[in-house]
């Protein structure tokens, strides 16, 4: 991304980041991410898109790229913030300070450390949980927390307006009296 110029790093590298990132935040089922290294800058960008995220033990997690002389690009400052809080990015993204696996747990950056080369069999595990679970309700909650933290409120209040509308007795009345007057405009 260096050699791009700053239009085209803006253009292309930072809003197609974003959209790939945003794509992933906004899937219906749940995101498990494993941190199985380095986890600093987009690394942490994309973990953050997911709803659990799982750190093997030698993980180190920070947001470095001030310290090159840019911003985090790919909602460093922006999702990351609603999901971890501020201060948190503050001292990542200000002050340079980069937590292992152990100090992301506390810090609630991850959610579980495993062994190293254990994290693929953990996420695994979890994922057996979440597939036994009501995928409807589950596909729900994971929108209202989405709305909660700001990060598609708009989508969720349209989608959840549409379904109760949809299963409406007026919808149908009024579906049939479209077609009617469709059936009577021919006529």
């Known amino acids: 991304w260096s050699a791009l110029d700053p239009a085209e790093f803006a253009r292309h590298w930072i809003r197609d980041g974003h959209a790939g990132f945003d794509a992933l935040a906004r899937l219906s089922q749940p ?3 494993v941190l199985n ?3 600093l800058g987009g690394g942490l960008e994309l973990a953050a898109c997911a709803d659990y995220r799982i750190a093997e033990s030698h993980a180190r997690i ?3 790229e001030t310290g090159l002389g840019i911003t985090p690009g790919w909602s460093g400052t922006q999702r990351t ?4 809080g ?6 990542m993204s200000l002050f340079g300070e980069v937590y292992s696996a152990d100090e992301a747990l506390r810090l609630s950056l ?3 450390v495993v062994g190293k080369g254990d994290g693929l069999a953990a996420a695994e595990q979890l994922a057996a949980i979440v597939a036994g679970r009501s995928a409807t309700a589950t596909e729900l909650a994971k929108m209202l927390i989405n709305a909660a933290e700001g990060e598609e409120r708009e989508r969720v209040l349209d989608a959840f307006a549409g379904r109760i509308a949809a299963g ?3 919808l149908r009345a009024g579906l049939a009296a479209f077609r009617e007057k469709g059936l009577r405009s021919r006529d």
């Open 110 to 112: 991850v959610d579980k």
């Open 31 to 33: 995101v498990i991410a």
């Open 62 to 64: 920070g947001l470095p």
């Open 86 to 91: 501020t201060q948190l990015i503050r001292r």
């Open 37 to 39: 290294g380095h986890c």
């Open 168 to 170: 409406s007795d007026d």
């Open 81 to 84: 913030a609603r999901r971890f």
